[in-house]
């Protein structure tokens, strides 16, 4: 047997990619529940980090940020219910992330407002 140099790696990043692409290929079409909920989580993780930078000026760690997200998305939804905003989401792929943002920025001030005055900082 041969020492390899600086102990590379015997596989190459485009085989990584090409199983990549075949799990997510298997994932959609055997688990079609599964894709779904992880599009779901990256929008609420997205959610919280833009909420994050908008009230913070920093984004939070990845559950705080699904967290805040997921609670966003639901107030929001009512607040777009409530105003009669219903356009928002016929905007393809950013309506949902300008609802949540909206619920979730409203959250935070509103328990900033009501609960305790560092909260979210």
């Known amino acids: 047997m041969t020492k390899r140099k600086n102990d590379e790696s015997a596989y190459s990043p ?17 688990m079609g529940g599964i894709v779904p909920l992880l599009w779901k989580l990256l929008y609420w993780i997205a959610t919280g980090a833009i909420t994050g930078l908008i009230v913070r000026g920093s984004s939070y760690d990845l559950l705080k940020n ?26 393809p792929l950013v ?27």
């Open 66 to 91: 699904g967290l805040l997200g997921f609670a966003g998305g639901i107030l929001g939804g009512a607040l777009v219910r409530f105003f009669g905003l219903h356009f928002l989401y016929h905007i």
């Open 14 to 30: 485009a085989l990584l990619i090409i199983l990549l692409i075949l799990l997510w290929i298997f994932a959609s079409n055997v």
């Open 95 to 121: 309506g949902l992330l300008v609802v949540g943002i909206l619920g979730a920025v409203t959250l935070v001030y509103a328990m900033r407002i009501f609960v305790d005055k560092n909260f979210a900082r």
